[in-house]
């Protein structure tokens, strides 16, 4: 049988009592802390749906789309994806996500630019029901293509 002794001054014995405290407060605040979750992408299956999205938005457009279009994403973004997914990354979206799925495109009229009544066109681009790109635009002479971002100021960058 062996026998350990030790001596301990009050001073030590303080210290590790105070030590295991602190390890065990940061132990508890460690397990305790819940990372931070971004919400859940909206699920966008019909076309009640997408347009209460763009509402969500700001935009009011028509109650239904003047086209839709679906079709395969390449495996790997090049030219004029990767120029178009820039103004997508500014907005929180990445086409990268869905190289290789099948996207739809739903373009609606817009009807309140605050610089233009007429003219102009919203496409919403979704993938697995989620949005994942989008535009407002407008062609022509002193056209321009945006972000989905409402121009809360009434003026809009790239006119």
């Known amino acids: ?23 065990m407060a940061a132990l508890i605040f460690l397990i305790g802390r819940k990372p ?3 919400p859940a992408p909206p699920q966008l299956v019909t076309n009640e749906d997408r347009v209460a999205y763009l509402q969500s938005l700001g935009w009011e457009v028509s109650p239904e789309p003047v086209e839709t279009l679906q079709f395969l994403l390449p495996d790997h973004l090049a030219e004029p994806y990767l120029s178009y997914n820039e103004l997508q990354n500014a907005q929180g979206f990445d086409l990268a996500s869905c190289c290789g799925k099948q996207l739809s495109r739903y373009t609606y ?18 993938c697995e029901d989620q949005p994942v790109a989008g535009d407002v ?4 002479a002193n056209g321009f293509q945006n972000s989905l971002v409402y121009p809360e100021n009434g003026s809009s960058a790239g006119m």
Do not use: W
């Open 109 to 126: 009229t817009v009807n309140n630019h605050p610089q233009r009544t007429e003219g102009v066109q919203l496409n919403l681009y979704i």
């Open 36 to 38: 931070a979750e971004d």
């Open 1 to 23: 049988m062996l026998i350990f002794t030790t001596r301990f001054s009050k001073k030590k014995a303080v210290l590790i009592v105070v030590a295991l405290g602190l390890a």
């Open 137 to 140: 635009f407008c062609a022509g």
